[in-house]
Nanobody, 120 residues
Framework: EVQLVESGGGLVQPGGSMRLSCAAS????????MSWVRQAPGKGLEWVSN????????YYADSVKGRFTISRDNAKNTLYLQMNSLQPEDTALYYC?????????????WGQGTQVTVSS
């Protein structure tokens, strides 16, 4: 079965950094584009970033561009999101998801999410 498990979230101060991880299993990780999506309290889902098979092509939402970096380690079946210069507006539940058609939207396979809270 396909499983995606996020970790690394928690409380961080404004201006701080945090790295999220997503452990994948149950499928050939290297053959799928991957995404990060987030949901702030009381708001809808917001796409954050996508990465291709090899990790050499990436796309970011304007709100995180220049601050966040998506990457992957196919040997470890793990997706990462390095978050720098965090702001209170970044507070959200962060999900990793498997993209079913290249740069298209995520499909039905998502992780359970990891909470990121940016506060002093």
């Amino acid at each position: 079965e396909v499983q995606l498990v996020e970790s690394g979230g928690g409380l961080v101060q404004p201006g701080g950094s945090m790295r999220l991880s997503c452990a994948a299993s149950g499928f050939t990780f290297s053959r799928y584009y991957m995404s990060w999506v987030r949901q702030a309290p009381g708001k809808g889902l917001e796409w954050v970033s996508n990465v291709n098979f090899g990790g050499d092509n990436t796309y970011y939402a304007d709100s995180v561009k220049g601050r966040f970096t998506i990457s992957r380690d196919n040997a470890k079946n793990t997706l990462y999101l390095q978050m720098n210069s965090l702001q209170p507006e970044d507070t959200a539940l962060y999900y990793c998801a498997r993209a079913e058609g290249g740069w298209g939207p995520p499909g039905p396979y998502w992780g359970q999410g990891t909470q990121v809270t940016v506060s002093s």
